[in-house]
């Protein structure tokens, strides 16, 4: 039912990417069905807060984070953030990227779970997860909107045990 509210562009942002637009779901009554699903998931985990991936995750985050009335942790591209963060880079579908948290707003043995709008390659959640880990804290789970199976991400963050959740997947057919 959400996958109908999602727009494909072909080659976006460069050619040979068939871009899923989340902001054509925003747009519409996908919306409402993309949050209650995620809320689903969510509503009956015990975790203490949610990080949500820049830039599309804190829409889906932060309405969650309200709505289960936990903390939300911003995962930003670097140089975004005031304070002091921790970075780590890492490589995407189509380049090079850097993201950063702030280094106060995660503690020891607190469990999190993140949320982004969808999961490709997973380099960047791979990323955020081992940025949580080296805090000595625990990923409960990643919850997405969409999965991309095809590109392998979440394939990659079921093998390191973590709980992942997603409403819709696409298998590179569609």
Same mark, same amino acid.
């Given at each position: 039912?959400?996958?109908?509210?999602?727009?494909?562009?072909? !080659?976006?942002?460069?050619?040979?990417?068939?871009?899923?637009?989340?902001?054509?779901?925003?747009?519409?009554?996908?919306?409402?069905?993309?949050? !209650?699903?995620?809320?689903?998931?969510?509503?009956?985990?015990?975790?203490?807060?949610?990080?949500?991936?820049?830039?599309?995750?804190?829409?889906?985050?932060?309405?969650? $984070?309200?709505?289960?009335?936990?903390?939300?942790?911003?995962?930003?591209?670097? /140089?975004?953030?005031?304070?002091?963060?921790?970075?780590?880079?890492?490589?995407?579908?189509? /380049?090079? $990227?850097?993201?950063?948290?702030?280094?106060?707003?995660?503690?020891?043995?607190?469990?999190?779970?993140?949320?982004?709008?969808?999961?490709?390659?997973?380099?960047?959640?791979?990323?955020?997860?081992?940025?949580?880990?080296?805090?000595?804290?625990?990923?409960?789970?990643?919850?997405?909107?969409? !999965?991309?199976?095809?590109?392998?991400?979440?394939?990659?963050?079921?093998?390191?045990?973590?709980?992942?959740?997603?409403?819709?997947?696409?298998?590179?057919?569609?």
């Amino acid at each position: 039912m959400i996958k109908k509210y999602i727009k494909n562009y072909p !080659d976006f942002p460069v050619e040979g990417v068939d871009f899923k637009c989340t902001a054509s779901l925003c747009a519409s009554k996908g919306f409402n069905l993309a949050n !209650d699903y995620l809320y689903s998931v969510i509503k009956n985990r015990s975790f203490d807060k949610i990080v949500g991936v820049d830039a599309r995750g804190f829409i889906f985050a932060s309405i969650l $984070a309200y709505r289960i009335e936990k903390p939300l942790i911003l995962a930003r591209k670097a /140089g975004k953030l005031p304070g002091k963060t921790v970075s780590k880079s890492y490589s995407l579908e189509y /380049g090079e $990227a850097c993201i950063e948290i702030k280094e106060e707003d995660i503690e020891k043995g607190e469990k999190i779970i993140i949320v982004d709008d969808l999961m490709a390659t997973g380099g960047t959640v791979e990323t955020i997860i081992d940025m949580i880990e080296e805090k000595k804290a625990i990923v409960d789970s990643v919850i997405c909107v969409m !999965d991309l199976k095809f590109l392998g991400g979440s394939d990659r963050i079921r093998t390191r045990k973590i709980n992942f959740f997603h409403g819709i997947v696409y298998d590179g057919l569609d």
